[in-house]
């Protein structure tokens, strides 16, 4: 079992296995990065724009909650998992709504590229932007036209390239470029 989770690592481009002298945490592929990126925000536009006008009042705090309980965390620096948790619970949400929660799941866990940066990201000022871009893909989800949840999604998910540039200046040899 043991083999094989690692060679599943390997094609995931997780692990690189050097035969003769062991095997290695592989760096983050900057390409394979991009592509999942696009691949999350065509699928998540497109579940956004499904249940654009149509939330409930109840719905609306539900988001408007995740958001506050984010703020409340920004500034503990201890705080990363649980920020995580609902930067997830916040995007997962309109698939819930949508009653496509499993490909939520799926896209997350064949997504290893983007999701190792987002955790780096934390551990940046990055992250005390969330509230606001959260703010903004919901007040486009109420009022907004397919082109305004469209850019405010953009904008929130393409910040990661801010984490690349400052992970890239701290640690150069975390990354590659496909």
Do not use: W
């Amino acid at each position: 079992p043991m083999r094989e989770a690692l060679i599943m690592l390997n094609i995931a481009h997780m692990v690189t296995i050097k035969p003769q002298s062991g095997t290695y945490v592989a760096p983050i592929d900057l390409t394979l990065m991009e592509m999942e990126q696009f691949a999350r925000y065509t699928l998540e536009k497109e579940i956004l724009n499904h249940i654009r006008g149509r939330l409930t009042g109840e719905q609306e705090r539900a988001y408007r909650l995740l958001i506050e309980q984010y703020r409340v965390l920004e500034s503990d620096s201890g705080a990363e998992n649980r920020m995580l948790e609902l930067d997830n619970a916040f995007h997962r949400r309109a698939f819930e709504l949508c009653g496509m929660e499993a490909h939520f799941d799926h896209m997350l866990s064949t997504f290893q590229h983007i999701e190792r940066l987002r955790k780096f990201s934390l551990q940046t000022d990055e992250n005390k932007s969330v509230c606001g871009a959260h703010t903004r893909i919901l007040e486009a989800v109420l009022h907004g036209s397919e082109d305004d949840v469209g850019r405010t999604l953009h904008e929130h998910l393409n910040r990661y390239k801010l984490s690349v540039e400052q992970a890239r200046a701290i640690h150069p040899d975390y990354f590659i470029e496909g």
